[in-house]
Structures are given as C-alpha cells and as structure tokens.
C-alpha cells in the first residue's frame, strides 16, 4: 500500500517509479493499493490511464479495511 497523502505533485520520476513497483506487484500476483491522492495527483493518475490498472481508496482506513476483500 502507497499512501500520498504526503504528496502534493506526481513528476515523471515518481510515476516511474510507482509503475516499476506496479510491475513487481503484478509479478508477485499481488495488488498495488494507493490511497490519500490529492486532486492534482490524481487528475495525473487520470492523466495517464494508471486509474485503470491501480485500486486506488480516498483514505488509509479505507484502503486497510478493504485488503481482505482484493482479489488478485
């Protein structure tokens, strides 16, 4: 799970790095959770399509609640 809240911009360089981490979730069969996006981050995720291949939740409650229920 990858909490931005403490993230007010997305650069090419953290997209770089958050898709590499996307790549060895899906590699390990697992689900990469991202939650607490501002709306500039997320209008970037909305950007470049990674709101189709994340599961994104507003907040880490959320997020934490709902890790039993991800299905790979």
Known sequence: MVD????????????????????????????LIVCNLSTRVRSVFELSRLTTVLTIFENHTQAVLAQPYISS
């Open 4 to 31: 931005l809240a403490l993230a007010p911009y997305m650069d090419s360089c953290r997209l770089s790095t958050l898709i590499k981490a996307l790549q060895i979730t899906r590699a390990r069969k697992t689900k």
